[in-house]
């Protein structure tokens, strides 16, 4: 992955609307708050495969980090934080957030080939 490329990022999501696509979405801070900090709270949201087709979306700067926003027929699906991207050999466009230790924050995916559920290497 690399920082993300607004235009780039953009120019897939353009490339992908109208179309029936599957999304992955995950947010955590995972274990590492709980290890670090007995009374900290541990959330997280995790959806894979959804199978959705969006109007439009779009890619906006949060300050330091980037908002990407999917607009369905009845809401919205959006992910905030991210930071790196890349556009693999399948043609995914694979997007994440990392903390300050390279820990993953946030994830979406948006591919139109639904996600493996077992382990993939590629993934």
């Given at each position: 992955m690399?920082?993300?490329?607004?235009?780039?990022?953009?120019?897939?999501?353009?490339?992908?609307?109208?179309?029936?696509?599957?999304?992955?979405?995950?947010?955590?801070?995972?274990?590492?708050?709980?290890?670090?900090?007995?009374?900290?709270?541990?959330?997280?949201?995790?959806?894979?495969?959804?199978?959705?087709?969006y109007q439009h979306g779009k890619i906006v700067s949060t300050g330091g980090a980037y908002?990407?926003?999917?607009?369905?027929?009845?809401?919205?699906?959006?992910?905030?934080?991210?930071?790196?991207?890349?556009i693999d050999e399948k043609g995914r466009l694979l997007m994440a957030g990392h903390d300050r230790e390279g820990r993953l924050m946030v994830a979406l995916e948006i591919s139109e080939t639904p996600f493996s559920y077992g382990a993939d290497p590629d993934e």
């Amino acid at each position: 992955m690399e920082s993300i490329q607004p235009n780039k990022v953009q120019d897939k999501i353009n490339q992908l609307a109208d179309k029936t696509v599957y999304v992955h979405l995950e947010t955590t801070n995972g274990a590492y708050a709980s290890h670090f900090d007995e009374n900290a709270y541990n959330v997280g949201a995790f959806i894979r495969n959804a199978e959705v087709s969006y109007q439009h979306g779009k890619i906006v700067s949060t300050g330091g980090a980037y908002r990407v926003g999917l607009k369905l027929d009845l809401g919205w699906v959006y992910a905030e934080g991210l930071s790196d991207y890349e556009i693999d050999e399948k043609g995914r466009l694979l997007m994440a957030g990392h903390d300050r230790e390279g820990r993953l924050m946030v994830a979406l995916e948006i591919s139109e080939t639904p996600f493996s559920y077992g382990a993939d290497p590629d993934e």
